[in-house]
């Protein structure tokens, strides 16, 4: 059983930050890719940023610069900083992980339940 517990959103005035985790737990043998989407309203899912476990990194251009992605493997965790926010960052922010489980040394994509970031003007 594998699941990927979320925290950290939340309502934020334009300029401020704030920081997202996603811990990964389960029956897992090595996770690899992990990263964060958010959908707007009316908008397609996107990909914010994304994080191998080698540590190479890929963001969204909307983001550069004011996001930063990072991971604790000890944890299974992965952060998602965000400074300078603005109210086109606002959307439901969804964690992802790619994971190999145990059972069988098998890779199966997760989602968390993802987790609201409003930003006012």
């Known amino acids: 059983q594998v699941q990927l517990v979320e925290s950290g959103g939340g309502l934020v005035q334009a300029g401020g930050s704030l920081r997202l985790s996603c811990a990964a737990s389960g029956s897992i043998f090595r996770v690899n890719v992990m990263g964060w989407y958010r959908q707007a309203p009316g908008k397609q899912r996107e990909l914010v940023a994304a994080i191998t476990s080698a540590g190479s990194t890929n963001y969204a251009d909307s983001v550069k610069g004011r996001f930063t992605i990072s991971r604790d493997n000890a944890k299974n965790t992965v952060y998602l900083q965000m400074d300078s926010l603005k109210p086109e960052d606002t959307g439901v922010y969804f964690c992802?992980?790619?994971?190999?489980?145990?059972?069988?040394?098998?890779?199966?994509?997760?989602w968390g339940q993802g987790t609201q970031v409003t930003v006012s003007s």
């Open positions: 992802n992980a790619d994971l190999t489980l145990r059972w069988g040394r098998l890779n199966y994509d997760y």
